[in-house]
């Protein structure tokens, strides 16, 4: 193990970790911070992950940043100081590949063009590709057959978004994410500037592109008739008044994104972080030729460049990343001194429970020592199930099995779809489906609302290496969401897992078996001091499940049936007492 694995394990802290948004919980940070404090979570949790609408944002309940100050709405100074109080130790996102059109940066960039100090923060797409490609008749560069093909896409087209300048130009800018171009209405007031129009022809006109406008039909496509001579000055009014909503590409050429990294970084220190998730790393270095995704080395650069800012404040870096297990990054990141994100654990303890087999958890709980890899795991988060992340792959003709086999990976989507989940896709440059990409659903609704199923898999999660992280909503066995997931809104089919608890809500969980035995399982992993010591596998038939922590003479261990989900927990504490907890 290298030396910065080694370093990272010495840093990397212990206990449990709850996952929720500063309103999922109540109205605002301040509710879940009641709630911590109530006797049935007393010493249930060390770390707690607050989601990004901790600060300002627009969109993406939170990934689309528009600054790193706290969100006055949902946060105050007051509930940082409760939460120093009871010893949490706090962990957020920096979202390091793009920011929200409404930042200071890219609103300066749009209101001052090229004299903007921001110009370079952001990626112009056809300076970008003005050498690799040829000018489409849009306006923007159509990268060569052979770049194109290399490009990685969250969306169906090419990742741009086209901006107005002050000058009047339209100009593409890298848009790897969500996007939309937002135009206002107009009123007969805004054409009266038009020189020789009259007040009659300027609310006929008006009529004319307001109602396109809410068709949401191309204005310029309208027929202007007699008054077609007002055409260009009408459609740069409307141009003028364009709003935009979307994530944009930072440009990580320019040392103005690192110097804004270095002031994140720092700011997130001050609130109190010990881990900071790094997303949407991947995407961040850029090359004409190469994938978008984890290019190297340039990806490796940019991670050590940020860990070296990052130990300037004491933060240990949490790279956040999906791919197949097959390929292998994974491996790589761990390789490099960063704990990851144990993706692979969710869908392989459906498929354990479902299937009432040890064998693909065992293979993968092992590997985690064998190959000292140190993650956060967990069952259930804000985004998505993952199950592309279990998949094999075949690099450069040599194949690589995954953790489940492609039939038990569509065994496992099927049945989550089965008990209303909803499905997330990946397109190719051409816009064509792909593959899925994770499955939307709670935990609970995944594991068919089976409250033995739920227990289980808590139990193997706090038995599983590394640091265990829980989804609020999973903690109260929370059931899928299809009204906010119908909703419409922006990234809807996650919403089906982020349904907002009352405080009646909460009260009401803290009297259910299923959430307080949940709590004495993360209590156990919490305090316990069994679990700083190794991790042991017992040889059993493929349906038994057992792992023992021990710790000098501290242990505690877990025979699991995984066909009639029942388990047993005996744990010995440091005076040498034994005790039992027995679940049926």
Request: hydrophobic share 40%; glycine share 8%.
């Amino acid at each position: 193990m290298s030396t910065n694995s080694e370093s990272a394990e010495k840093r990397l802290p212990t206990g449990v970790m709850l996952n929720a948004y500063p309103d999922s919980i109540g109205k605002v940070l301040a509710d879940t911070v009641k709630m911590l404090k109530s006797p049935e979570l007393k010493e249930a949790f060390s770390l707690f992950y607050i989601l990004p609408t901790f600060f300002n944002s627009d969109l993406d309940r939170g990934f689309s940043v528009i600054d790193y100050n706290l969100n006055k709405e949902l946060v105050s100074e007051s509930d940082l100081r409760e939460l120093n109080r009871l010893n949490l130790m706090l962990k957020f996102d920096l979202v390091l590949n793009h920011l929200s059109v409404g930042s200071p940066q890219f609103q300066d960039m749009l209101s001052n063009g090229d004299h903007s100090r921001y110009k370079n923060f952001f990626i112009d797409w056809n300076e970008f590709w003005g050498p690799h490609g040829e000018m489409g008749d849009e306006g923007y560069v159509i990268p060569r057959k052979d770049y194109l093909q290399q490009l990685f896409m969250r969306k169906p087209g090419l990742p741009i978004l086209k901006v107005r300048f002050p000058d009047g130009s339209d100009r593409p800018y890298w848009n790897t994410f969500y996007q939309e171009v937002i135009y206002k209405e107009l009123s007969p007031g805004d054409l009266l500037k038009i020189s020789g129009i009259s007040a009659d022809q300027a609310a006929a006109i008006t009529k004319k592109v307001n109602a396109a406008i809410q068709a949401k039909r191309d204005f310029k496509e309208i027929d202007f008739g007699s008054d077609s001579h007002f055409r260009d000055d009408v459609i740069a009014i409307v141009e003028s008044k364009r709003n935009y909503l979307g994530q944009m590409d930072l440009n990580a050429g320019s040392e103005g994104v690192w110097e804004f990294y270095d002031e994140t970084l720092k700011k997130l220190s001050d609130y109190g972080a010990k881990l900071v998730r790094l997303d949407a790393f991947a995407y961040l270095h850029k090359q004409p030729g190469m994938t978008n995704f984890f290019n190297k080395p340039g990806t490796w650069e940019y991670l050590e460049r940020l860990k070296e800012i990052a130990e300037k404040y004491e933060l240990i870096l949490l790279p956040e990343i999906h791919s197949e297990y097959g390929y292998g990054l994974h491996e790589e990141v761990a390789n490099r001194g960063f704990p990851i994100y144990d993706f692979f654990l969710p869908g392989l303890v459906i498929d354990a429970l479902d299937r009432g087999t040890s064998v693909a958890l065992l293979r993968w709980i092992r590997e985690l020592g064998e190959k000292g890899i140190k993650t956060i795991n967990m069952l259930g988060c804000h985004d998505g199930i993952p199950v592309l992340d279990l998949k094999g792959k075949e690099v450069v003709g040599i194949s690589k099995a995954g953790l489940l086999t492609d039939e038990q990976i569509d065994a496992v989507v099927e049945r989550i779809m089965e008990r209303g989940g909803r499905v997330k896709n990946l397109f190719g440059p051409d816009g064509k489906k792909i593959s899925y990409y994770q499955v939307n659903a709670t935990y609970f609704s995944a594991l068919g609302e089976d409250e033995k199923k739920l227990r289980l898999a808590r139990a193997i999660q706090m038995f599983m290496p590394g640091i265990p992280q829980v989804w609020y909503l999973d903690l109260f066995a929370g059931k899928n969401d299809y009204a906010a997931a119908d909703s419409g809104a922006t990234a809807g089919h996650k919403e089906i897992n982020r349904t907002t608890l009352s405080m009646s809500d909460i009260e009401r969980g803290l009297k259910q078996p299923i959430v307080l035995e949940q709590l004495a399982l993360i209590r156990l992993r919490n305090t316990s001091p069994a679990f700083g010591g190794e991790l042991e596998i017992a040889d059993t038939e493929q349906h038994i499940l057992q792992l023992t922590w021990r710790n000098g003479i501290c242990t505690a261990t877990l025979t699991a049936d995984l066909r009639d989900h029942s388990f047993i927990i005996n744990q010995t504490d440091s005076t040498g007492a034994g005790s039992s907890l027995s679940y049926d």
